[in-house]
């Protein structure tokens, strides 16, 4: 049986701002890994390309109002940065 990804923990060194900023981060990265992990069946984001996270802004989030993308850019910025990825993110997808 292996253990679930702790997308908390890999997050933990990126993470700045108040404990409510920490925890809404947290929250959406759990919701973008399950999201990830149904669609492409990548739960670890070790093993995410750009094109997975892309495919959540636009698929996940096109009903969601644009202050609700703002903030799940915000955490895939996060995402992207822990990976140590230069992938750029905008409002809107892509």
């Not at 060194?13 to 759990?30: D, W």
Request: hydrophobic share 45%; aromatic share 12%.
């Amino acid at each position: 049986m292996s253990k679930s990804f702790d997308i908390e923990l890999f997050l933990a060194g990126v993470l700045v701002g108040s404990q409510a900023t920490r925890q809404r981060h947290v929250r959406q990265a759990k919701i973008i890994q399950v999201a990830i992990a149904e669609r492409w069946h990548r739960e670890n984001p070790w093993n995410w390309h750009r094109k997975h996270v892309v495919w959540f802004l636009e698929n996940c989030l096109s009903e969601h109002s644009r202050a609700t993308q703002y903030y799940y850019v915000l955490t895939v910025r996060l995402l992207a940065l822990r990976l140590e990825k230069s992938w750029v993110f905008k409002l809107g997808g892509g």
